[in-house]
């Protein structure tokens, strides 16, 4: 089977680490996957480092024609059976470049969603209508696409995971976090891992912020992740006096986990959220999490079984269970245990992408296509 990945996105965020998982993962398993990106991404650079096959491809707005036509010629040229599509943007290319094909050469359209807004337009829903399955990334974003027209028959749930052979931080990579962030063995640290958008909360982690300080003055908070808003962020950081709210920016992946057992509590925050990947991040770190009850961040945390849950655009809540985790180690362990259990039952990448190879496979039913042996590379 070959596989085309497009994705139309130019910096790191969770969607983009898990493109790159599952490219990486059917590659060890003998599939054929090739990466159709901007060629200044950060997923193509990534990518490349691996030796992943990556055609460098942009898209300006979703009705690019030329954007199109370069991707109908990679397809002509290398013929996929299966052109996976992991953004919006992509998604509305794919289709225009399916059109510009015989329909004997046409691949079978998947499209991840990994959001869950509630609101799809006519067209959105007409995009959704020309794919042949839509694997949403929780139940959650699935029942938001079946209230708003989307075919039940053509979506798959498929969660994102994380992977879970590496080996934890040692106890000198926390001790090192800690003095980068200037903190004292005594600092209680909250962390937060996400990209700087408006959907993710951070105002209102910042807004929580006064209330934890008040009652807890040692304790730090520090905020990892890039995007435009981080000048509004840091404004709004100034003007409620929280001095004690750290900035770091972005982080690559391979050092969140040590950046995550450094830290005593994890917070996200999110206001709307298809999934939340960095709470698998949380958990396997051993870092007990607070997160907000929205989308698909439920099918993760367990109110008091593997974290503790808030509502959402409610920082009186966030700063409360803030406290009471910084507060009880009991608590904190009892949740790290069970969600460190969670995690590694259903928080795996290879778990996500052995079901995505199985929703490939559900539109070829009646091909006997095993896997090929493993590629020699990305072994490592």
Not at 300 to 324: H, K, M, N, S, Y
């Amino acid at each position: 089977m070959r596989t085309l990945h497009f994705d139309t996105e130019l910096a790191w965020r969770g969607g983009q680490q898990q493109v790159f998982l599952l490219v990486t993962g059917l590659v060890r398993r003998g599939v054929h996957a090739q990466l159709a990106a901007p060629a200044n991404s950060a997923l193509a650079a990534r990518a490349r480092e691996v030796e992943i096959e990556v055609t460098p491809l942009s898209a300006r707005n979703d009705a690019d024609p030329l954007a199109a036509l370069r991707l109908a010629r990679l397809l002509r040229r290398q013929p996929a059976e299966i052109l996976h599509c992991h953004t919006a943007r992509a998604h509305a290319i794919g289709l225009l470049a399916r059109r510009l094909l015989p329909k004997s050469k046409r691949p079978k359209l998947v499209v991840s969603r990994r959001v869950a807004f509630s609101a799809l337009s006519a067209l959105t829903r007409g995009k959704f209508a020309g794919a042949d399955r839509v694997i949403a990334v929780s139940d959650a974003v699935r029942q938001r696409l079946v209230s708003a027209g989307v075919s039940a028959a053509r979506i798959a749930v498929v969660r994102d995971g994380i992977p879970l052979d590496r080996p934890p931080a040692a106890p000198a990579e926390r001790e090192r976090v800690r003095r980068f962030l200037h903190l004292s063995p005594s600092d209680s640290l909250v962390a937060h891992v996400a990209h700087l958008g408006a959907e993710k909360g951070q105002s209102d982690l910042i807004a929580a912020a006064p209330r934890v300080y008040a009652e807890l003055p040692s304790a730090a908070i520090v905020i990892v992740g890039a995007g435009n808003r981080r000048a509004h962020l840091e404004r709004e950081a100034a003007a409620v006096g929280a001095a004690r709210i750290l900035f770091i920016g972005f982080w690559p992946p391979e050092q969140i986990p040590a950046l995550l057992s450094a830290a005593d509590v994890f917070v996200f925050p999110s206001r709307k959220e298809g999934l939340g990947s960095a709470l698998f991040e949380a958990m396997a770190a051993g870092t007990p999490v607070v997160a907000t009850s929205t989308g698909g961040i439920p099918e993760i945390v367990r109110d008091g079984v593997t974290g503790l849950l808030v509502p959402p655009r409610d920082p009186p809540a966030l700063a409360a269970a803030i406290l009471r985790l910084l507060r009880d180690p009991h608590l904190r362990a009892r949740l790290s245990a069970a969600a460190s259990q969670f995690v590694r039952a259903q928080g795996s990448s290879d778990r996500m992408v052995e079901e995505t190879i199985a929703v490939y496979r559900g539109l070829y039913p009646l091909r006997a296509d095993n896997h090929r042996t493993p590629s020699p590379h990305l072994s490592r």
